[in-house]
Nanobody, 127 residues
Framework: QQQLVESGGGLVQAGGSLRVSCTVS????????MGWFRQAPGKEREFVAA????????SYSESVKGRFTISGDNTKNTVYLQMNTLKPDDTAVYYC????????????????????WGQGTQVTVSS
């Protein structure tokens, strides 16, 4: 089993930047995937970005592509989400998630691909 802890959320003005982090403890997998999802009030949880360690593949939702960058430091069991040019619509609780094993590229954006989830970190973007 794994435990995931997010950090780095906070309040930022529109157009600003923020980096959230997710650190994984417990059993890790050399070819697993790490994903970021977010959930705004009154909305369903949605995919944001993902990275696959084994293949170096990344995936982004269209709403954040070009603004957000996902990266990871496998030696620290930590994945990062650098968020630039933030918009009020980016306001949400951001959750990181980890798969138990290999995830094909086309499934990186599927919530069902992930087995372990963090508690979330709040990101608020003011206008």
């Amino acid at each position: 089993q794994q435990q995931l802890v997010e950090s780095g959320g906070g309040l930022v003005q529109a157009g600003g930047s923020l980096r959230v982090s997710c650190t994984v403890s417990g059993r890790t997998f050399s070819r697993n995937a790490m994903g970021w999802f977010r959930q705004a009030p009154g909305k369903e949880r949605e995919f944001v970005a993902a990275i696959r360690w084994g293949g170096g593949a990344t995936s982004y939702s269209e709403s954040v592509k070009g603004r957000f960058t996902i990266s990871g430091d496998n030696t620290k069991n930590t994945v990062y989400l650098q968020m630039n040019t933030l918009k009020p619509d980016d306001t949400a609780v951001y959750y990181c998630a980890s798969s138990k094993g290999w995830v094909i590229i086309s499934a990186l954006d599927a919530m069902s691909s992930y087995e372990y989830w963090g508690q979330g970190t709040q990101v608020t973007v003011s206008s």
